[in-house]
C-alpha cells in the first residue's frame, strides 16, 4: 500500500517527465549568417556564413542577416566583436549593414544576437603581406 | 530684333549659372583634392601638413587626391557627407594603428599596405563611410628646382636656387606625405643652405667660387649632387 508522500512523488516524477519529453519545445539554434552587399577590398575580406577571414588594416562593409536552424531569418541583428583589439564591427550607414575591420592580427569572435543571444561566428585578421 | 537678342544673352547667362549651381552644389560636386568614399556616402579631402608634400605644389592644398603615401609622410584628410554642408563634419580615424598613427595635425603613415581610414558620426554610434589609402616605401629621392625644373648646376656667387626634393616610389613615381629631408652642403663657404627646416624644399646660394656637394637625404635613400659656384 502506497503512502501518500509515495503517490505524490510518483505524480510528480511523472510530471517532469511528460514536461522534459512530451511538451518540449524544439528551440531552433544559430545556423548562419546571411551576408550581402559586400563592398570592395584592396586587400583579403572573406565573409563567410560561419567565418570571417579579413587583412589586418582594411575595412569592409556587408548587409548581415542572421539564419536559424528552422531557416528563419533574423533582423535586424546586433553583432559584437568578441576583442576589439583584434576586429571591430559597426553598424554601417544603412539599416542592417554593419563594418568590419581588420585592427590587427590575431583570432577571436563575433557574437550575433537578434533579441536574445543567438550564436557566434569565428574571425581571423590576418597580415597583408602573409595572405 | 535686339531685343531678341538681349533675350537670348539673359536666357544664355541664366542656363549657364544654373549649371555652375548644378555642378556645384546639388549634384555632389567633388573636388581634384577630394575623393569619394567606398561606400559612397560623401567625400574625403587629402591636406598637406607640411610644405614640400609632392601632393601639393603650392600652399597646403593638394593638387589632387594622392594615389600613393609614402611611409614616414604626414597627412591629413577631412570627411564631409553629401548631406553636409562643411568639410570635417565626420569623425575621421583609421582601423590600424599599426598602419596610420593619429598626430596631433593630422596621420603619419606607418607601414606598406592598403589602410582604411573610418569615417564616423560625430556621436560615434556609426561608420558613415570609409577610404582605403595604398601606402608605399620609399625607394629613391630626387631633386628638381622648386617648380620643376631641372637644377641649375652652376651659381654664380649671390645666387640662390629654389630646390624640391621628391620621394619615389620603386617605379619611380612621387609620393605623397610629408617626410623629413637631409640637407647638407659639403662646404658651406662655397655652397650655403637657407633656413627652411627638414622640409623637402631648400634655398641653396653660391657664396664663393670652388665646388661643394649638396647631400639629400629621406628614409634611408639620398642623392648627391656636384654643384659649381663661379
Known sequence: ?131 | MGRTRKASRKAGVALTSLIIVAGTAGCNYVGANEKVGDLGEGKFKYTCVEAGDAACSGSLTADAFPKRIAVGGLFDVSYQPWNAPNPGTGTVSPVSESFIEPTGSGFRAKKPGFAALLARDTSNSHVLDFIHLELTPVADVDVSGATGTPVSLVLAPGETQHLRAKALDDQSQALSGGLSYGWQSSDPSVLELGLTGKTALMDVVGVAAGNATLHVSVAEHAVDLQFTVK
Open chain 1, 1 to 131: 500500500m502506497m503512502t501518500t508522500h509515495f503517490r505524490f512523488a510518483l505524480l510528480a516524477a511523472g510530471c517532469m517527465l511528460a514536461n522534459g519529453c512530451i511538451f518540449q519545445r524544439d528551440e531552433p539554434s544559430f545556423g548562419h549568417l546571411d551576408i550581402a552587399d559586400v563592398s570592395y577590398a584592396p586587400a583579403k575580406a572573406d565573409l563567410e556564413p560561419n567565418h570571417v577571414t579579413l587583412a589586418e588594416g582594411i575595412a569592409v562593409k556587408a548587409h548581415v542577416s542572421a539564419v536559424d536552424s528552422q531557416g528563419a531569418v533574423y533582423e535586424p541583428l546586433h553583432l559584437t566583436s568578441m576583442d576589439p583589439q583584434i576586429v571591430a564591427v559597426e553598424p554601417g550607414p544603412t539599416a542592417g549593414s554593419w563594418v568590419f575591420s581588420g585592427v590587427a592580427v590575431g583570432k577571436t569572435s563575433i557574437r550575433v544576437s537578434g533579441g536574445g543571444p543567438l550564436g557566434s561566428v569565428g574571425v581571423e585578421v590576418v597580415s597583408q603581406s602573409g595572405q
